[in-house]
């Protein structure tokens, strides 16, 4: 498991691309720019890591494109010591992202494998998630509720109430909504009743899982 030169000078031609693309946020470029990708993939698939594009991480499922990873976390608008629960872990790329911000993340995982593959995983490389949890992500995580931002990682086929309700005022949910293309949508609490909702673009995730494999 290394980080190279040659890595960290793809991963910043990466960068910019993603900022051509019209990332602004400065906390999420650098975040991106720091988060050696190559090691969150297949050995075999390690050349295309610095490609913006998404990648099989097995059971199915992608590590998420860059370009999508950086447009999700630009809109949770996410500060240091932030409350953030992923749904989603899958390979734990967007985890690591949310622990370089300086975010205490909560993050729930449906398959048992990718599971286990992230809670290994992430430690070695330095990012200590508050919780990895294998579960439900449609019912969000009240213990730790409320939360600052959720965000989720696969495509949800409606808006679980579970994660409006767990977030604080002023919280954010980023869920991309839809079954075969999903609409990123972002919601903002705004009070304990009411919440904004933003349409934010077409976009392809997986499918946000009902059964457990
Ligand atoms: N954030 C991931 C993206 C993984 S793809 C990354 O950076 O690599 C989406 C992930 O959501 C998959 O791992 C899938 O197994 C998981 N998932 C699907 N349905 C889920 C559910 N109901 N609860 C929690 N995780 C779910």
Redesign the pocket.
Known sequence: MKDTHKHKGLRNQLVKIIAQKGITDKNVLTALGNVPRHL?MDSSFADFAYQDKAFP?G?D????QPYT?AFQTELLQVKEQHQIL??????????A?LLEMGAKVY?????KE?FKKAKLFLPKLGYKPKKIIF????KGLLENAPFDGIIV??GAPFVPNALLSQLKVGGRLVIPIGDTEQIMTLFIRTSEKDFEKHELGKFK??????KRN
């Open positions: 969150f991480i059971c499922q992608t590590i998420s990873v992923e749904i989603g872990t899958g390979s734990g790329y967007q985890t992202v993050t729930i995982e449906r398959q990718l579960g439900d992500g449609y990682t696969a995730f997986v499918p946000m899982l009902t």
